[in-house]
């Protein structure tokens, strides 16, 4: 598949001039990319380019520096975390973040009612619970976990709990899904497990996906952005971002064969 030319498809997100800085460290240098309707997009980069921070400002977790992001054309630069699931927007975390004494139907559950407003809370319909049930259900079909509804998440394989967050970030009914590191620490099949649901959201969802694992990404994303050091250091069509000179020499180093 390749990818579609940048400006004849609307970005669903975008950063301009995005920058973070924790002190003297810049984190986040300038960073301007655009995220395409359902066009798969993963960011690599080394231990510390920035990967994290930058999901933590897409999804206003942290506040930039500078810059701007914007969702569907709209300035979100400024807007609450808690304001994200409302806009589409939907993350998973590098470390994993279940709770491990409910259940699979519990935690996804617990995630689906986050998208209510807490104006609405109160005055809550049956209809509405029946939704967020309904919801849940679905998340958990979505990602793989139907059969382990009722099984306590801590009791479950590792694999299976990242999975368990992936339905979690489903059930708030995400259209853009910023997935940071979801194959980490994952074994063999545990990750062609992941791959393969991955592959699937992405023909759905937006995917932003930042991963270590270069087969994964290859085998997941159409576009590919390379970053190093907090700056971007190229991002486009995967073919033509593996092909480059430059990401060769700084990422890959003295002739590794990472790609
Ligand atoms: N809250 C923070 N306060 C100070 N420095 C931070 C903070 N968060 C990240 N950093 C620093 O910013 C840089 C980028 O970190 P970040 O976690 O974004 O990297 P990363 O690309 O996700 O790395 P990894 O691949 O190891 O997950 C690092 O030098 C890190 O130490
Ligand atoms: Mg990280």
Redesign the pocket.
Known sequence: MTAAPVASREAVLETRGLTKA??G?V??NAVSLRFLERQPHAII??????????V?LLTAH?RPSEGQILCRGVDITRLPAHKMPGLGIGRSY?KTNVFPSFSCFENVRLAAQSRLSTSMRFFRPASSLRDTNAHADEALELCGLSARRHRVAGTMSYGEQRQLEIGMVLATAPQILVL??PLAGMGVEESELMVALLKDLARRYTLIL?E?DMDAVFSIAEVLTV?VN?TMLESGPVEQVRASQAVQDAYLGDGGEVF
Do not use: R, W, Y
């Open positions: 924790f002190g460290l984190a986040v980069g080394p231990n510390g380019a920035g990967k994290s921070t930058l933590n942290m590098q940071d590191e930042i270590h970053m907090g």
